[in-house]
């Protein structure tokens, strides 16, 4: 069964503090790996999809990155506009989904 | 451009009662999702559709759900009867086949279900 796994679950910094999100999966034959973004009250927001290990892609101060097993998603100097909950969501042999349970992120001023 | 539409945003009903979620898609799109999301469990997919017809509802929890898609701009999610374990937001999500893969997801803003 494919399987997605988020850490940490929630994570706080201080603006300016760079981390990363990491994202597990199992999935058999992936055919990618997608990065959303979910507002409280809101529905997720796409923002990166990733098709192999090696692949990067970056949008502000997201950068998005892919191995065989897990993919990260590293905030660089983050600002408090940033705070939300980020999903990550794997594609495999099916057209389906599957979502991790998010990482949620606060970033203080 | 209008995104994924759904209503109603919120829905407060009482154990037993028949609970019906509408969506209307992107135009254009050819297939349609309906996901749950709670603490607990995350996003959960109930079902997809492509071109209208339902693929896979693997996910759908017990007979009480049931979804339906008459035309390629409206879908509905029915719960009948609904229990207080039904609450839940509801997402309906769209999106194209590009390249042989379904592409991005476009969520609407969901239904909020409250079943007392």
């Known amino acids: 069964e494919d399987q997605v796994t988020q850490s940490p679950e929630a994570l706080r910094l201080q603006e300016g503090e760079s981390s990363s999100l990491n994202c597990s999966y199992t999935?058999?034959?992936?055919?990618?790996l997608f990065w959303y973004r979910q507002d409280p009250g809101k529905g997720p927001e796409f923002l990166f999809t990733l098709y192999s290990a090696g692949e990067e892609k970056e949008k502000e101060r997201l950068k998005a990155t892919l191995t065989k097993k897990e993919s990260f998603l590293h905030i660089t100097a983050p600002k408090p506009e940033d705070s939300a909950t980020y999903l990550c969501a794997a594609q495999g042999g099916s057209e389906k989904l599957v979502f991790g349970k998010g990482t949620k992120l606060t970033v203080n001023p | 451009d209008a995104g994924v539409i759904q209503s109603p945003r919120h829905e407060v009903t009482e154990m037993g009662q028949e609970v019906t979620l509408r969506c209307k898609p992107i135009s254009g799109h050819d297939y349609l999702f309906w996901y749950r999301q709670t603490m607990m469990r995350g996003l959960e997919l109930l079902i997809y559709?492509?071109?209208?017809?339902?693929?896979?509802d693997s996910g759908m929890p017990e007979d009480r759900f049931s979804a339906k898609m008459p035309n390629a701009s409206f879908s509905t999610l029915k719960i009948q009867p609904s229990e207080p374990r039904d609450s839940a937001v509801y997402f309906c999500a769209s999106s194209f086949r590009q390249g042989g893969y379904t592409g991005e997801l476009f969520f609407g803003e969901g239904s909020r279900l409250t079943v007392l």
């Open positions: 999935v058999s034959g992936l055919r990618g």
């Open positions: 559709f492509n071109n209208n017809v339902p693929i896979d």
